[in-house]
């Protein structure tokens, strides 16, 4: 499987899928310390910066992609934040994150699309926001459901199956709670 990271920060997917073989096509990281991390440990991989200057060229050039990865910045959607949801400068770059992946599928045939984000994605903006996500994503209007998201669910719509459920790090042998 080849992926490209967006949002890379040092680059925790592919320290959980190099040991399945899968193997990083491209990074997408602005931040200078992630950079000097990533440039240190894959210097094979291209880093394209920030996810607003990524084109479809730059894309097309990566050759066959299956799976994007990314969790946009969470600071809006967090019930922490201010709450302004997807109208957010740093919450907002998921749209960012949707453009590259239809980039990815129609130039490199990518399949798959991981979003990561916090809870707070579906309250945001009474639930719409996370309605906005999860049509993006299936391709289908939804509007948020009368007694909000549930922590997993599922949708169908012309892009294909979005699933999605809270997982917390707890669980995975980390010694905090941090639901994802």
């Not at 809870?119 to 994503?137: H, L, T």
Request: net charge negative.
């Amino acid at each position: 499987m080849k992926y490209m990271s967006l949002f890379s920060g040092i680059e925790a997917a592919t320290v959980a899928w190099h040991p399945l073989g899968w193997e990083p096509v491209a990074f997408a990281e602005i931040e200078p310390f992630p950079c000097s991390v990533l440039e240190h440990h894959y210097p094979a991989v291209p880093n394209l910066g920030s996810v607003t200057g990524i084109t479809t060229e730059q894309i097309a050039a990566l050759g066959r992609i299956d799976v994007v990865v990314g969790g946009s910045p969470c600071q809006d959607l967090s019930l922490a934040g201010k709450r302004h949801g997807l109208a957010g400068e740093r919450s907002g770059l998921f749209h960012e994150q949707i453009r590259i992946f239809n980039a990815a599928r129609n130039f490199c045939g990518a399949r798959w699309l991981v979003w990561e984000n916090v809870p707070g994605a579906f309250s945001s903006n009474q639930g719409r926001d996370f309605a906005v996500v999860v049509g993006e994503m299936a391709g289908c209007d939804l509007d948020a459901p009368e007694k909000g998201w549930g922590t997993e669910g599922v949708a169908l719509g012309n892009n294909g199956l979005v699933e999605w459920c809270v997982l917390d790090a707890q669980w995975f042998g980390v010694a905090q709670r941090r639901r994802r």
